[in-house]
């Protein structure tokens, strides 16, 4: 009896999975009868073998299943996109506010304007000569309106280069009534807009991603 | 739907398809991370990385044996595991006892589903045999888990762990024999009925 060398050892352990040639199965068979050591060896091959297939099989306490997320799948997005992306929906609504603000600024100085032209004006208001002099007689008709250069021109030659500047009061006949301040309709008008614009955006973008999420399947996992 | 469809609409990115796969094979590959890692967490992080690699790189499986294919997959995450592991404190496999004791028969290896005389054989089983497996050099246990407990046969070992026949050959070989010299210390914790066995090929 001959100890069994590494050799006898590979080509044991290959004749239980089936792993030899029939004449080399056949040439181990006869050695092994004849040496028990080898029968030995091979005994304890095939019992841990054994044991080892009989390891117990353990399932995690949840599924493996991948999410789009750990997949590295991204939903797709829209084709109109970069305008639907949050930075660029921002800088809309930003644009569209700013925007808003400006036109509906100049509409409010554009309505000023008329008022400011129709204000009654005198001639000492522009400082011309610094008012009458105090022997002049007072100024009766001290709402005198001045509608146009022309008309201011015309005037001048009256008014003394001397005395006190004395700004005459606008009397409540001459002064044409302030008109009520006019609705801000076009800043509402644009912030409308712009909120319709981002929804619209925003109900795009979440139909493709629910669409996406069909198509790939999402399952949570149990 | 056949396994060769499910692969094919998993590698044009259908999600579902490829989870499929993942139900139908993720015990196998939960089981073989568990037994060459000795831990369950790390054994469910290797796999969930494993089935994670596979989806990106499904495009690269060009035919054979998909179980062979994914197993590589979980050899590699478990190896990427191993060398985490030595690089971080180890847990123990065992819980401890509040004296720093390890536990003989911890209750966790349990299954739920069998008596308690068969989880008592399961537990002390399943103990004995992790704790030889530990002691085997990482190649070998890799071979070992695939090709006993898997139940591989030889080329797709060779497959999954991109070795040559003979090597596979040579250190499953080696590995039983290791197993079962270190199985003999824990011949009375086996079930009776590898002990009547043992017996009768002695």
Redesign the interface.
């Known amino acids: 009896m001959t100890t069994p060398s ?1 050799r006898d ?2 080509q ?3 004749s239980l ?1 089936g ?1 030899l040639s029939q004449a080399e199965k056949t040439r181990l068979e006869a050695r092994i009868q004849l040496n028990p050591a080898l029968a ?2 091979l ?18 306490r ?5 999410t ?1 997320t ?4 991204r939903p797709p997005v829209p084709r109109l996109v970069p305008a639907f992306s949050w930075a660029s929906a921002v800088a809309m609504l930003l644009f569209i506010f700013t925007l808003g603000t400006n036109l509906v600024g100049r509409l409010s100085f554009g309505a000023a304007a008329p008022m400011l032209a129709a204000a009654p004006m005198t001639n000492e208001s522009y400082g011309f000569g610094g008012g009458p002099a105090a022997t002049q007689p007072p100024v009766t008709d001290n709402t005198q309106v001045i509608p146009t250069a022309e008309a201011f021109i015309m005037t001048v030659p009256e008014t003394t280069p001397s005395g006190d500047a004395r700004l005459i009061e606008p009397s409540a006949s001459t002064v044409t009534k302030a008109a009520p301040e006019p609705v801000n309709i076009w800043l509402y008008i644009w912030l409308g807009l712009g909120a319709v614009f981002i929804a619209a955006a925003l109900l795009i973008r979440r139909a493709s991603i629910q669409a996406f999420r069909r198509k ?4 949570p996992n149990p | 739907m056949e396994e060769p469809a499910l692969i094919r609409d998993a590698q044009h ?4 398809a ?2 499929t796969l ?2 139908a094979y ?2 196998i ?3 073989t991370a ?2 060459i890692l000795g831990d ?1 967490d790390m ?2 992080d290797a ?2 990385e494993a ?2 690699s596979a ?2 790189a499904l495009n690269s499986y060009r035919g054979g044996s998909f179980r062979a294919w994914l197993l590589r997959t979980v050899t590699n995450a478990c190896y990427d595991e191993l060398r985490r592991k030595r690089r971080r404190p180890i847990t123990p496999l065992e819980p401890e006892t509040e004296d720093g004791d390890e536990v003989e028969t911890p209750r966790w290896l349990a ?1 739920p589903n069998a008596s308690p005389e068969e989880q008592l054989d ?1 537990a002390e ?2 103990h004995a ?1 992790q704790h030889c497996l530990e002691n085997l050099p990482t190649d070998f246990r890799v071979v ?1 888990v695939l ?3 898997q ?1 591989l ?2 080329s797709e070992v060779a497959a999954a762990v991109k070795k040559p026949l003979g090597t596979i ?2 250190r ?3 590995a ?2 290791r ?2 010299e270190c ?1 003999q210390s824990f011949r009375e914790l ?1 079930p009776a009925a ?1 002990r009547l ?2 017996e009768r ?2």
């Open positions: 590494f050892l590979e044991l352990s290959a999975d792993q030995a060896l005994a304890d091959l095939r019992l841990a073998r054994t044991i080892l297939r009989q390891t117990p099989k353990r399932r995690f949840r599924n493996f299943t991948l789009p750990m997949a590295g799948i790939v399947g999402r399952k | 990115g259908d999600l579902e490829f989870n993942v139900l993720q015990d590959v939960f089981n568990l037994r369950e054994a469910a796999a969930q089935f994670i989806f990106r299954d399961q089983l399943e045999i070992v090709a006993d407990i139940g046969d030889y050959k040579s499953l070989a080696r039983r024999l197993l079962r199985l086996l590898f066995e043992e090929g002695l």
